[in-house]
Structure formats: structure tokens, C-alpha cells
């Protein structure tokens, strides 16, 4: 029997790893590898550091961990595939079983034949059609040319203001990245607010702590124009008419999947190119993978674009052993599971945020929001702020976000592993997790904002979220506002939005200066509310019907303090 | 109707938990706890970093984040709980529903009747009856006092030398924390390995470390006698005639639960107290938690005892619950998870070691060994060593072991949750995980330990480990050792058993070195044996038929190596 030729286009993530595992699997299959680029299995989402100095030297971004390039020698020598740089891929003849394609140096034409293609053409940025678009000092990042580009603007020190347009992801990545090059950066971010992954009130906190570092974040605000002098770019104009001079503007608005390779070969397109668990396209000898395909979300069931790193690899994986193999490997999609780093925090989701649930229509819902150390005081422990979205009526977990100085990339990766077990909140509310005071405090604040949203599912609880106490203050409500602190704690840090201050430990003998009428709403809080709920307890045993915690407290309130 | 009696005995973890958790439920109960200890809601697992001095202010152990201490006059005013420090509870009348109890100080007795008793007497270090185990010098480091003890002698800096008996978790916390005082310190362990939760290959691993930091680890030699002069211990004597002066032990060889007091009163004791998942006792009044009691295996089913800080609140927090609301809180087990920090590594565990297994008449099981970075190496990933154990029918999860200098912690946090969601291989292997360089590599290593694992469930690899062939080498065989690196590589460090290097990238043009006999025995393996799989795969393909892949590679190697 002749060997099997498979072929694959993309030579970025996905692309590799899916002609690797074939190999490994089919020690005999002729593999060939199509990449327009001229590097191959670059580490992209490594551009931003490489930007932003944490290491200097470029080749790490395309090197194996013991630093030989992974340029298409090495694909031939160490794991005996051709893989052929600076060629595109024009078009599939799935009658023929044939890939046309072109070297972009030599302009030579050449046509592959293959049993089993396997499509990895990645996404390509989305490019805004303003004014002014095409001016020199405009650019993405995306590609190991954008990153090349933007280190050089650092190393060059020259510009002095950047814009950044659009807030998600690679946004925020890119706006760090600058920041530490020494530049003023400005993200503008079109939607209310920036990673959009994240409820408001999280992203609100991490606009917040941007600012803090001394860049700046305008939200609901659109990019109209960039404008320019000598054909390079000095400035954008937003949408109310504001002017922001700059010098560099990365846009970073999205990503679009790179389907049209497929769409022309008549393959089934939606967002992405359509595969089944196996990766399979509509045409059974083709596999698709990474950032050009649609995979079904594990919680909503519905097809959505995930495109990440670590499923591209997972994609890819699968894919490979499909095409050596036959169809005996399947992947079962994705949580939208994502961290980044943005200057000291750390920003992460995985599952259903209360927005993108009730946007999906789960209306049976509860939410809890805790803010609590990622270890002991005694051992430095830093901030996490939790929201976590169950069902209300099975307590199924369905999603979880995390942000804060802390280590929040743990805990969503703890999270993620339990979206994958089905678990409830009841499940999470034992968990019996490694402790040890360098690692996480007794009790996991993952635990604790189970064992917070617990304790609102069976009614123990009242819960108020920042964001409707806000609203209350705003409508000229005025409910009796309870800080439980101490007075020092109070001296160095408060709200300043009408509140008392009763120390918990002094409430029992103050209950006095307590509203006559027993229902009357009380709002109870301290640094992170654990004192905020007690005070809440204690109240409710005293009769006081509508005595509420402000969740997270005064760590997770978005809005300005006083103090 | 009258406000319920809630009796808690013990005030370290699990007893206070018990008590707040009651206090919220029922604002209106009286709830009184009682002390043996001088202070109460100690953070005793921070003793070892207090000694070791990562913090100086002995108050961080006994107070809320925010400063305060957490002493009688706290639990009053904040929580209305009454606690009785220095005070021995001595009996339990379940009759008359009392508990006696004496003042430690003041030697006045006394009788608290109780409708719902919470027993939380904890455990006490195991003192091996050797002879001059009296002798001043000789501690445990097990409450405040301890730490207090050898806090001065961090701060005296007289000693120079030390014995710590038992390498279990304490007793390498405690290596540490003597070491950082700079005394040297030696480790006694009179089992063929330290931190038996491990395999002992990893255990070893764990050895190495702690010898190439200096201090010293002696395995498979007990403690016979403590020798002293003038009533102070100045050596210890082993098993093998070897005497280690001293002029301080720490004896760490275990703790054993407090379970007179429920034995006394005729509950049901087995190992420690028994009860059901309510945390009830045999008799439906009375609860017991923490370190006193035996609770299930969550995959055993088997009743353990499993001493953590964490359980004991989570434990602490149903039997609270119970004792106020009835018995509507279920705590369903433990998967003994936990994890350490010695020097530079963390060294952890969730589920069955294999060894553990074994012993639990698993022997259907399959397990993987695999070693590489926490992060890329551009953003200064470090190493970590993974030992993944499943069931070989079904593929479901067993057990992790994860150890290095790398986050572990993580890894056996992520790899816990897989276990209570009752996952398998196949699971793990397609896990969406939250990615960006500052946090993992594209695949997290506990998802490419899954890879391994998956592919020799699927005999796709023909995994050894360091000790078969460590085995093989002592009887004599002279299988072909196989070290794919590069000869730079190979130059800086090597096992030095009679290996041929071959870099994978000239395997292919250098077969005619393989051996004549198709079946022959071929080992490959690189720094972390993933070159060694490709290697391996490479071989299988020229019709080689027993090519195995070292697994973990020259980083998971437990032996000395040549360089």
C-alpha cells in the first residue's frame, strides 16, 4: 500500500502540531506542511512580551525549549516533514484531491495531491474601514512582522503616545507591552466597557487598575478617523469628536476566521468553517482546525469561534491522529476558558458570565461576587475578586471569572476543571484542594465564593451587587449603608457614599442607632463583606427583615471612592 | 423556645468554623467553645514559615487579616460566641448531656450542658518511646508553643545542628524553616523514602533537592535513642550505629487523633472518631471534626484519616451548620489532597499514588511519568515532574503526583477537581484550560501528561521507568540506551549508563547503528523524553519492535547521574 500523503495548510499552531501527531502515529505518511509565513509554529501569543521586553531575544519565539529553530530543516530532520515556507495556498480541488499553491519568492506554481488534507489557515485581523486607515504608524498584532515592528518601535524609543483600538485580549496585552516601552498608551474600546469576557463590574476593576498604572482606557467611544500628516498617522478621532495624538496605533478590534480557502472548495462555512467532533469537514477526507473553525461550546451546546492557543494545539492533535488514522479521536469543544496577564493582575474567565448567560437565555440564574486573598496575610497574600454564575435551580456551575493582583489564573483553571466534571455548587463547597500557606489560604477563595453563592441559593444570604447599590444612590434611595470596619480602616479607605460606620465587633451594643422599622433595608459591608455578612446575620437574628451584604465590598466596588 | 446549648470542644480550626458557622445560621444560640491552648484559631500550618522566618510578627498566626487578634474578647463582641481558653474539657456525660471541664489556671471545674456538642480535640504528634526522648533540645512542632520554641532558637542562633525524625509533610517544612535559621539540618526517615504520599521515585527527587541545598536526608534508618549530656540532647542514634550530633530534634513522625475523650463518652472509634457524612458520631447529638475523626476516600470509599487545615474548616463548616439547622450538610470525603513547599520545590499529591493503589488492590491500573516547564521557556518556565495513575479499563483518574520548581500547586489543584468530577484520561486529554504565556505553556504539562498517559493506554508508547530500567541495568542487561539530544546538551549533563547519543535529528540518517535484531531492546529518551517518543515512534516505523521511551527523561531520572 502507497503511503498516505497528507497535507496541511498553516503552518502556525494548529497546522504543526496536526502534522506531528500524524507522523508519530503514522511513521510513513508522506506530510507536507503549506505556510505562507516564512517562520513556522510560532509562539504568537508570545508577540506581546517580546514587545514588552520580558525577554529579548526574538528566536525564543520560534525555537524548541532547547533553542533549535523550528524552520523547516529541522521539520525534516527531527520529525520528517516537508514543510514549505512563503507558499500560499490558492485554492482545493476536492475532486482531484489536489492543493494548488505558489511560492511567494520564486512565484512558482505547484499542485499537491493528498488523501487527507487538513485546513489550519488560521484568522486574520480585523481591520476597521476609517479614514485614514492605510497611514504609516497603523498597525496589528498578529504576525511575527507585527511583532518585529512594534519591538523595534521600542528599541527605538522615538514614539511617545500610542493608541490602542479595541480593549479585549490582545488589547490589553498590547497596551501593557507598550506601556513598559516607555509609551503613553490610550486603549479606545467602542463597547461600555473592555474585556468583554468578564460581567462589567470585573472589567470595570480592571479599567480601573490600567488607569492606576498610568495608562488610559476610553470606553464607549468609537474610533472615526485616523489622521495623519505626511502619510503617517498623528492622531485618532473618536466618535464625540475627541482628538488623541499618537504616534503608533495597534488595532486590535478582533480577529475574523480565514475561511475563504474552504467556503470556494464548497465546504460547509458558518462563522468558521463547520467540523464535526472528529474535525471533519463537510467533506470527509478534509479536517479543520484552530482559529478558522467553529466548535460547539460545552455549556450552550451552540457553535462559537474560540480562538486560542491551547485549543489550536488540542484541535490540532486530534486532527492529526484522524488523518493517519481514521476517525477514532474526537474534541468536545470549549468553556471560552482565557487568562491574560494586564500589568499586576491577573484577568481570567471560563463558562458563562452572568451577561453572556442571560444573553444565551438562561434566566434561572444566581450569581455570587467575593473578593479575598489568594494566601495568608502572613505569607502576602494578594487580591482575587471571584464572580461565579450558577443555575438557580440544579446549582450547576456556568462559568467563573477572576481578576486581581492575586493568582487568579489558578483559580480559573481550577473552575474550568470543574465546568468539565458537571459539577454544582454544592460539589465546589467541599473541595478538597491542596493547602499549604505559600499555595492559597485553608479555605480556597474559590471555595469561599462557592460557599458564598451557597449561602444566597438557600436564602442565608441577601446579596447586593455594587452596581445596584449604585443604582439605588442614584434614584435618591437612601438605605441605611453599614460599614463594619474599624475606624482606621475607615481613616485610610471608604466608599464616601453616605455610609455608617459601626464596627462588627461593636454592633450588638449599638443596635440602637438600628432603624425602627424592622424592615427597612440595611446594607452591610466591610473590606471584602465576610464582617459585612455577619453584621447581616447578626441583624436578620434581631429581627431586621432586609438586612443585605454588598458583595465583594468595598475591594470590588468599580466606582470611585472617596478615600 | 429556648435559645439552643451548642458546645464546641477544641479551638484551633475545625472548632471555631463550627462554632461561627452556627453562630450565622441561628443568631440566637449559645455557643461556647472551649480551649485548651492559650489562644484560640491558631494558623498552625504557618508555623514552619514563621519559624523559618518569612514573617517576624508572631501576632499574623492568631489574627484576622485585618490585625485583630482573635482572642475571647473577639469571638464575643464580633461573632457573640463565649470562649473558654486554658480550659481542659475533661468529660462527656451524654446522659445528662455535659460536658466537665476544668480551668487550666485557675483549677475551678466546671459543667456545661450542651443540646448540640461539637467534639474538635484535634491530634497530637506521635512520640516514639526511644530512650532520652526526654532530653532538653527534643520538640515537635505542633502548636504555638512549639513554633514560639524554635522561633528563639532561629533568633538565638546558637545551634548549629539538627535532627528532624520523620520526612513527612512537617518534617520537610520543618527541614526548611531550620535551614533558612541557618543551622544544618538532617532528615531521619526510618522508611525507604520521605513524603510517602509520593512514589518513590518522585520521593526521591523530592531527597535530591533537599540534599543539593544542603541540608541531608537519611532514609531507611530509624531513630534507636536521643543522646544528651548534662539533660540536653547533643546527638541521635540510628538503627545502623551512625550517632548525628545535635543540639536539636524535632520529632515530625506523625500525628495520631484525640479520640479519648469520644472513646470515654462510648462513641464509636476506629482510627479516629467515626462518623457519618453529617459529621455525626454514634450518638446524633454529638459531632466530631478535624484531625479527631476518619472520614471516606473519596475513591477508596475506604474511612482515612486525613489531617489538613482545609478540612478541618470544611468539616468544621457542616458540623456547624448541622448543629444549628439539623442535618441538612453532607461532607462527602477526601481525595487527601495536599501540598508542601521544600526549598525551591513543591512537591504535591491529589487521589492514589501508584503504590497506594497497589495497596488498595488496584491492579488494573496504568500510569505515566512525564517532566517539562509550568511556562514557555521565554517567560522563565520551570520544571515540573508529573505522575499520573488511572484506571486501565476505564481510563478514569486515580491519582496525581506533581513535584518541582515549577507551580504544582496548581497542576494537583486543577488535577483534585478532576477527581471530583470523576474524569477520565480521555477527558483530561482535550481540557480547555485558561492559556496565555505568563501562566502555561500552550498545553498545560498536566494536559501533556495525559497525552502520555492516553498514548500508552492506546499502546501508542512503551513507556519504562528510571527504576525498571535501573533494575535492568543491575542484573546485567545492556539494552541500547538511546539519548536523542544534542551533543552541547549532552556535554552539560548526562546519565552516564552506557547511553549512545544520537540527536533525533540524525536518527533517521544513522539507523545502521540500530541493532541488527528488529527486537531488541531500544530506550530512547532526551531531557524530558518527548524527543525520546519521537524517537521511539521513528524506530517503530523501521519495523523496531521494542522501543521504549524513558519516561519523564534525564529531569524524572531519581539516580546520580555521570554529570
Redesign the interface.
Known sequence: MANTRIVVIGGS?AGPKAAAKA??????AEITIIQKEADLSM?S??YP??VGG??D?RR??I?T??G?VRDPN?FL????ITARTRTEALSIDREARTVACKNLDTGESQTLPYEKLVIATGSSPFIPPVPGIELEGITTLQSMRDADYLRQVRDEGKVKNAVVVGGGLIGV?TCEALHLAGIQVTIVEMLPQIVTFLDWELAKLVENHINSNGARVITGNALTEFVGKDGTVTGARLADGTEIPCQLAVVAVGVRPNTRLAADAGLDVGRGIVVNPQMQTSDPDIYAIGDCVEIPH?ITGKSVLAP???????EG??AGQNAALGDGAT???????????VFDY?V?S?GLSETAARKQGYDDIVCAEFAG?DK????G?KLLVIKMVADATTGKLLGVQCVGPG?A??R???A???L????TVT?L????????????P???PL?TAA?VLENKMLG?MKGITPIEVKAKLDAGERPLLLDC??PD?YDAMRLGIGETLIP???L?SRLDEMPGDKDAEIICYC?ISL?G??AA??L???GYTNAKVLEGGIMAWPYPRER
Open positions: 499552531a507522523r508519530r502515529i503514522d511513521p510513513h509562539a501569543c508570545g512580551y517580546y520580558f525577554f531575544d525564543m519565539l525555537c525549549p532547547t533549535v529541522f530532520n527531527a520529525k520528517g496585552e460545552r486560542f492557543g491551547d485549543l489550536a494545539n488540542l492533535r486530534v474534541f468536545p469543544g470549549t468553556f471560552q476558558t482565557g487568562v491574560c496577564k491577573v481570567g471560563t486573598l495568608p496575610p502572613f505569607m497574600g493568582d489564573s489558578k480559573i483553571a481550577i474550568a476543571m470543574a468539565h466534571g458537571g459539577l460539589d463547597v467541599n473541595a478538597d484542594l491542596p493547602y499549604a500557606p505559600p499555595f492559597s485553608a479555605l480556597d471555595i460557599h442565608r470596619r474599624g480602616e462588627l465587633g461593636a450588638r473590606k464582617r455578612y455577619e446575620c447578626l436578620a437574628g434581631q
